[in-house]
């Protein structure tokens, strides 16, 4: 009788901790740090926008990695809650075509102050492209 | 000879007054939000083309699916993954008209009520929508909001019995534009 209750506790212990371990690590895990995270692909500004919008199949390898990208921003647009970094190489429907990154509000500042005339590079998550643009999320601005 | 220039200068000008009041933005905002017993849900997207054709009311979204922000990162996958199915339908659409367009002037700053209709695509199926919104006009803006909902079962969304209580069947959309004067 002492051993099953014995297992029966311990049985419960592990329900509890496997019940622990499922609220903090599956269903609230944080999002991703991708201010930390290695890039999977470092690719020019210019390069990328070409593959998506040329619909090259190499572009499908991007999608929902870590991607860095490299150029010269061609301005910076703020709205209400966020701040994005346009590299616009072409123009359409909606106007400027290219690649927008929507940067994490820590880099809000930073962002705001970059100089329009330097190359710079920023790393974030790629969430595909809308016919338009290449929209990367999450974005952080990479020292070099 | 002349005369061939200056048909040709008319039907340019022609041409670009009628087309030429194009209104757009890249930083829509649209978000939702779900609330059920067990779980309020709500996803941002800031990241949303528009335009508005001011002359014909031709108005026109196109939104990229994995540019919507969850609070938690395990709803969004499930959210990309499950229900819209983003790989497969990266984008949603919605093309259609502000059918009352003749009663707003574009001219005049102030608040008027925007009656639009048209057809909406999620994960690849389209539906007639209609909604109520407003536009604010400003000397160098149109600030355009709309609130609407849409049941997930008319898109073919199908949720899981085990996480039906946190899912709700309806699903409010929340629209809120900065529209800006297309500079050719």
Redesign the interface.
Known sequence: MKKLLKIGAGLAVLGLLAAVYIWFF???????DYEKADADFIVSAEKIYNQYSGGDSQSKKY??KVIQIEGIPSYI?S?D??V?VVFAFSSG????EGI?C?MLPNQFDRTRSLSLSENISIKGYC???????V?L?HCSLVNN | MKTLKLTIAILILAATTTYGQRYITKTGHIWFHSEAPLETIEAHNNQVNSALDLTTGAFVFKVLMKSFIFEKALMQEHFNENYVESDKFPNATFQGKVTNIDDIDFQKEGSYDAEISGELTIHGITNKVDANGTFDVHPDMIAGTSKFTLLIADYNISIPGAVAGKISEEIEINVDLKLKELKK
Do not use: C, Q, W
């Not at chain 1, 599956?26 to 991703?32: D, E, G, L």
């Open positions: 599956v269903y609230n895990k944080p999002h991703r999608l929902d647009e709205t809650s966020t994005i429907m909606f106007g400027d927008r929507t969430a595909g492209y809308n016919g338009t643009d929209i999320e």
